[in-house]
Nanobody, 121 residues
């Protein structure tokens, strides 16, 4: 089974930066689109950014120009560089693989356990 593990969350002051990492493991053959989602208290989970295997990216309007998503296919890693953070960015951030092929078969909708980002004002 493919597993995703996020890291890099923490407490940062408004205007600061953080870099989230997501490591995929599990005899991976290929992962299609990977993305970062977030869920703030009392709110629904929302897409923050996504990146295809070929490197095409998409961002939520609220993070455009501040966040940057990237991936290393050889290492099965995806990153989220977050700059100019503000308190509205406070949430649990989740890594997602929409479709993952491994030695165990095909999986859809693989999620990590999440990493908490807290931005203080």
């Amino acid at each position: 089974q493919v597993q995703l593990v996020e890291s890099g969350g923490g407490l940062v002051q408004s205007g600061g930066s953080l870099r989230l990492s997501c490591a995929a493991s599990g005899s991976i053959i290929v992962i299609n689109t990977m993305g970062w989602y977030r869920q703030a208290p009392g709110k629904q989970r929302e897409l923050v950014a996504s990146i295809t295997r070929g490197g095409s990216t998409d961002y939520a309007e609220s993070v455009k120009g501040r966040f940057s998503i990237s991936r290393d296919n050889a290492k099965n890693m995806v990153y989220l560089q977050m700059n100019s953070l503000n308190p509205e960015d406070t949430a649990v951030y989740y890594c997602n693989a929409d479709r993952a092929t491994s030695a165990y078969g095909l999986q859809f909708g693989v999620w990590g356990q999440g990493t908490l980002v807290t931005v203080s004002s």
